[in-house]
């Protein structure tokens, strides 16, 4: 079965063809710049060199046109009809309490979408006019949604309930949901493995830091709290998110300036975090550099961002008692060895003692890695994620009969002999490229 999966950002379309009998990714890529001109689609075909093509997409359907064009393409392409597609996973990030589990979409869920996507008005939006475009593409295949949210649907109230008066929560639906959760399950069954528990027996500390970030605290096996919360701007440092403030500076300055409402909104979530502290950059890379020549900014920047992880870490160790794991994910949680070095200085005498030369050379997508110390009580791990694997897996389960909600289900990645073939195939040029890795990778 050929399954395509779909996530539809506000301004972008990343996708996936994957043939699940063969365990194998056929293609993959992203159309930049939706609804802007200057649309451009950068696709890569299994074998075939990338293939890049600029055509403005105004909305959503024309950058799932696109892609399908791709996927046919004679020369660049991942298979020969459409008919090979056998169903369609889509990502959507805000569920609300609706949804536990991944479903098949009818137009009542679509209709669910649209009653709360007030909750997530960054983000739903794309993901609804995403959903109604491929439909209409591809209207002879199932759809399915794989949520978010859904993960974080087994956290206890004392978690997500806000000290607010009740009835915002009864009336509006204020409450904490928590997001990245396709990432938190993929992780937190991954780092099981390394540890050779079941997932059941598992507490871990997952810090997905990408340009948007979150921390889980897992409590066997399940997510018991997460940073953010009823939108996804709450809790760290993010490349143009806020997190953590006082909720009382939007109205001070809405007071001082005449700014509206609307406009500390977009401020809050579009031009604070790393640009907001640096002034000029989101990538954390381009941070790395003015760092390592001295700009004051980021340095101050790396040092807030790793803190505010520091912080969520003692604090989900707290709350977990007994935490057999730290696990690092996404861009910056596998590639980034100075904030990691940063949120896990001086933790120390709660068992984490991290290796910075391990830490140093963990520099790959390709590989699950081990950063601490042999003798470390707490393990300190970099699993990239795989978002996507979680998406087409549910997809498939959808279709198959065999779905179930993510505490009954067994992934094919909790195999301890699961490997990702693709990434192993990219492995030996990391190494190449880090001596010493290779002394750190897992389950190779």
């Known amino acids: 079965m050929v399954i395509m999966t779909l996530n539809c950002g506000s301004s972008s379309v990343k996708y996936q063809i994957y043939d699940w009998d063969k365990k194998r ?6 159309v930049e710049r939706v609804t802007q001109k200057g649309s451009v689609i950068v696709h890569e075909a299994a074998g075939k060199p990338e293939y890049k093509k600029e055509q403005d997409c105004p909305t959503h359907r024309e950058a799932i046109q696109l892609i399908i064009e791709a996927v046919l393409h004679p020369e660049y392409g991942a298979i020969s009809d459409l008919s090979e597609i056998k169903a369609v996973g889509h990502r959507v990030v805000h569920g609300g309490e609706k ?4 479903v098949v979409i009818t137009d009542e869920v679509v209709e669910v979408f649209k009653s709360i996507a007030h909750l997530a008005p960054l983000h739903n939006p794309a993901n609804i006019q995403g959903i109604e475009a491929a439909r209409q593409l591809l209207p002879d295949v199932p759809h399915c949604a794989i949520m978010d949210t859904a993960w974080h649907q087994t956290m206890p109230d004392h978690s997500y309930i806000y000290a607010l008066p009740y009835e915002w929560y ?6 904490r949901y928590g997001f990245h959760g396709t990432s938190f399950l993929y992780t937190s069954r991954r780092a099981a493995v390394l540890l050779g528990k079941k997932p059941s027996e598992t507490n871990l500390i997952i810090a997905h830091i990408g340009n948007g970030a979150s921390i889980n605290a897992v409590k066997n096996g399940c997510s018991y709290d997460t940073s ?3 939108t996804p701007l709450e809790g ?3 490349g143009t998110r806020c997190g953590d403030i006082d909720p009382a500076i939007p109205f001070y300055i809405m ?3 005449g700014l509206s409402p609307k406009e500390v909104e977009s401020i809050l979530n579009k031009k604070s975090g790393v640009l907001g502290i640096t002034g000029k950059w989101v990538d954390r890379r381009d941070v790395e550099i003015a760092a390592e020549q001295g700009d004051k900014r980021a340095i101050l920047c790396q040092t807030i961002e790793g803190y505010r992880i520091k912080k969520y870490i003692g604090a989900y160790m707290a709350a977990l008692g007994r935490v057999d794991a730290i696990v690092f994910t996404a861009g910056v949680g596998e590639k980034g060895p100075i904030i ?3 949120a896990l200085e001086g933790l120390e005498a709660l068992g984490v003692k991290l290796d910075p030369e391990r830490n140093r050379v963990s520099m790959t997508r390709n590989a699950e890695t081990i950063i601490s110390t042999d003798d470390s009580p707490v393990k300190v791990f970099v699993i990239p994620t795989d978002e996507e694997m979680v998406m087409t897996e549910d997809t498939y389960a959808l279709m198959n009969g065999t779905y179930d909600i993510h505490t009954r289900f067994t992934y094919t990645f909790e195999n301890p002999s699961y490997r990702n073939a693709e990434r192993l195939e990219k492995l030996p040029r990391d190494m190449e490229k880090w001596p010493g890795l290779e002394k750190i990778i897992l389950n190779t």
Do not use: D, H
């Open 236 to 238: 760290l440092v993010m």
């Open 228 to 230: 953010m919360g009823l």
């Open 25 to 30: 990714r056929l293609a993959s890529g992203i």
């Open 340 to 342: 990691r070095q940063i």
């Open 255 to 257: 007071q001082q300036t």
């Open 170 to 175: 009864e009336k509006y639906g204020v409450r």
């Open 99 to 102: 949804f536990a589990q991944s």
